[in-house]
């Protein structure tokens, strides 16, 4: 079992950084690839990024390139976005979630934070 728990958003300007972070509980954090996904009002959730299990390979919903960056610290349990050069359409309520087959789609991801609300404004 693996709780998320995320933290970080909040309301930010164009063009601003906000860092989201993502605490897992449980001994096992480092059998999991992690992955952050987002929700705007009236659209489904969609990909962000995800980060393989010891951090080595990471991948990006194209959207998001080049300005956000996943990372993880398997010693503190925590996985990491940074978020850069914001944009109105970013705004979202963001997930992180935890999947033993890494994905770029929800359905292998087994776990799920509650979400953390980022809103930009332009």
């Known amino acids: 079992q693996v709780q998320l728990v995320e933290s970080g958003g909040g309301l930010v300007q164009a063009g601003g950084s906000l860092r989201l972070s993502c605490a897992a509980s449980g001994r096992t954090f480092n059998n999991y690839a992690m992955g952050w996904f987002r929700q705007a009002p009236g659209k489904e959730r969609e990909f962000v990024a995800t980060?393989?299990?010891?951090?080595?390979?990471?991948y990006y919903a194209d959207s998001v390139k080049g300005r956000f960056t996943i990372s993880r610290d398997n010693a503190k349990n925590t996985v990491t976005l940074q978020m850069n050069n914001l944009k109105p359409e970013d705004t979202a309520v963001y997930y992180c979630?935890?999947?033993?087959?890494?994905?770029?789609?929800?359905?292998?991801?087994?776990?799920w934070g509650q979400g953390t609300q980022v809103t930009v404004s332009s």
């Open positions: 979630a935890a999947t033993r087959r890494p994905s770029w789609s929800e359905g292998p991801y087994d776990y």
């Open positions: 980060i393989s299990w010891g951090g080595g390979s990471t």
